[in-house]
């Protein structure tokens, strides 16, 4: 190895991994869904924050749409 490195001469280079990043968000979650989520992941040994991100990815994957149906109002 040398002793120094001239890295002034290196192009730079794009993350590759840039678009696989993971965006932090700050969630209201109910405390019953936590629960579930938590006991899921002690389970399998998998972090709940993850199984959580996996299951929207596969949400995400099988184009599942929320049907809401809120009362009317009168």
Same mark, same amino acid.
Request: aromatic share 12%; with cysteine.
């Given at each position: ?14 993350? *590759? +991994?840039? @678009? ?8 209201r !979650? ?7 989520? =938590?006991?899921?992941?002690a389970?399998?040994?998998? *972090? +709940?924050? @993850? ?6 990815r596969?949400? !995400?994957a ?6 809401? =149906? ?5």
């Open positions: 190895m040398k002793a120094e490195y001239d890295f002034s001469t290196m192009k730079a280079r794009k993350n *590759p +991994y840039a @678009s696989k990043l993971k965006k932090p968000v700050t969630m !979650l109910s405390e019953d869904v936590v629960a579930y989520f =938590k006991a899921m992941a389970e399998s040994g998998v *972090p +709940y924050q @993850s199984l959580i991100n996996l299951y929207l596969d949400c !995400l099988q184009n599942r749409r929320v049907q809401i =149906k809120w009362p009317s109002a009168g």
